[in-house]
Nanobody, 124 residues
């Protein structure tokens, strides 16, 4: 069973930065794609970014392109999401997700395992 645990959330002012991490365990992840999603109160969970475990391919939502960076550190079985130039509308619970097979996906249904999430709050 794959186990994902996010960390690094917090309260930050607009324009600030955070780095989220997702520690993955329970499998060999060489065929996996990893994603980050977020969910604001009263809204549906939405795609943020995804990366192949090798780090060769990445994909971002338009709303975060140029501000967020996704990466993997294979030696630590960890996926990161660097958040910069944060805006109040980035406030949400951020979830890490793992997809066992296939190309990068931007849909919730495309992922097989999920972490419990970490709260990011951006004040204006």
């Amino acid at each position: 069973q794959v186990h994902l645990v996010e960390a690094g959330g917090g309260l930050v002012q607009a324009g600030g930065s955070l780095k989220l991490s997702c520690a993955a365990s329970g499998r060999t992840f060489s065929t996996y794609t990893m994603g980050w999603f977020r969910q604001a109160p009263g809204k549906e969970r939405e795609f943020v970014a995804a990366v192949t475990w090798s780090g060769d391919s990445t994909y971002y939502a338009d709303s975060v392109k140029g501000r967020f960076t996704i990466s993997t550190e294979k030696t630590r079985n960890t996926v990161y999401l660097q958040l910069t130039n944060l805006k109040p509308q980035d406030t949400a619970v951020y979830f890490c997700a793992a997809r066992r097979w296939g190309d990068i996906s931007s849909t919730v249904m495309g992922y097989d395992f999920w972490g419990p999430g970490t709260q990011v709050t951006v004040s204006s």
